[in-house]
């Protein structure tokens, strides 16, 4: 099975990518502008006729779409999560209309919803910032699409490698240099108040590698999480156990951004067991622990030293 991963260098691509090539039988293609990928795909720029030629060049059965962008102005954000799905969409039906496309959305999608609510995949989508409001646009195209094709909407994923653009990858960095530098420091972190449901980046890969392999057709839209939501100050302070920190960690007092208009984020994750056999295997402290082991502890050795642990190659940008 030819299997082609866009945006194989992003934090969720990167354990995708790890996922499907141990799969056997498979052959792995990786898209995107590193000069290490296979195939040099930019689908935020590339016009639909472009893509086709190089679609055309991997013959793939399934394509794996992970490219995102979560920060930068509405223009890039519309290119890359609203436009770039819209022009793969339009490829695969010229040159791989028999192919598989599984597209990573996120629940940023959905908006605001009710406090202790799970949210189903036919909840009303009600997204408050560009983010939420570009990657809907890209699910839409993907879900409107006569391919074969179906859109994982992933919470808020968390687990090794995790990019410092979100609050998990930058806090392991802090804690990090706190832990190595000034182990009585004081952290400051935003306000934590906010419920969040954190699925693990290996149970994400998981679920794709079931999305691409499974036969027949699949629903159009399935929720990725872990099914329940912890307040966010579960996870720092999983992580600052985890660390071993013995310092302060100082949280804001206002709300600001996000927090304010969701402050609760919920999956109803049923669909994804009954229609993938799916289900999430780790903890937020499996999580944690596995986050700060890849990319916390190595800051806190000493210059040279080597305790004889595996070192895992950080990632690039994150897809969510």
């Known amino acids: ?16 990518a790890e996922r499907l090539h141990a799969l056997p039988g498979v052959r792995l293609l990786r898209g995107g502008r590193a000069p290490s990928d296979d195939l040099r795909v930019d689908l935020a720029h590339m016009t639909p006729a472009a893509l086709a030629e190089q679609l055309t060049r991997a013959e793939p059965d399934a394509v794996v779409n992970c490219v995102g962008a979560v920060g930068g102005s509405a223009l890039t954000l519309a290119e890359v999560n609203s436009r770039g799905p819209a022009a ?12 598989r496309l599984v597209h ?20 009303a989508a009600r997204p408050v910032a560009p983010y939420g409001a570009t990657k809907l646009a890209g699910t839409l195209a993907v879900i409107d699409t006569e391919l074969d094709a179906l859109v994982l909407r992933v919470t808020n994923p968390v687990g090794p490698r ?27 972190v935003g306000d934590l108040s906010a419920y969040r449901d ?18 027949g057709r699949l629903p159009r839209l399935l929720n990725i999480g872990s099914g329940r939501a912890v307040p966010v100050r579960d996870l720092v302070h999983g992580l600052v156990g985890a660390a071993g920190f ?15 208009a969701v402050p ?6 049923g669909a994804a067991e009954r229609e993938l056999g799916w289900t999430p295997t780790y903890s937020l402290r ?24 595996p070192r895992l190659a950080p990632a690039g940008g994150d897809s969510r």
Request: proline share 5%; glycine share 14%.
């Open 1 to 16: 099975m030819r299997i082609l991963v866009l945006g194989s260098t992003g934090y969720l691509g990167g354990h995708i």
């Open 88 to 99: 793969l969409c339009e490829a695969m039906r010229a040159a791989a209309p028999d192919a």
């Open 104 to 123: 990573l959305g996120s629940a940023a999608e959905y908006g605001p919803t009710g406090i202790g609510e799970r949210t189903e995949e036919g909840a």
């Open 162 to 188: 995790a990019p410092r653009a979100g609050l998990p990858g930058r806090l392991t960095a802090e804690l990090g240099r706190a832990v190595a530098r000034t182990p009585h420091a004081t952290v400051q």
């Open 198 to 215: 954190f699925v693990d980046v290996r149970d994400v890969a998981h679920a794709v590698a079931l999305a691409v392999a499974l036969p």
């Open 246 to 260: 013995t310092g302060r960690v100082e949280e804001s007092l206002g709300k600001v951004g996000r927090s304010v």
């Open 264 to 269: 609760w984020q919920c999956a109803d994750i």
């Open 286 to 309: 499996d999580s944690v622990t596995a986050l700060w082991v890849a990319d916390g502890a190595a800051r806190t050795r000493p210059e040279g030293a080597d305790d004889g642990a």
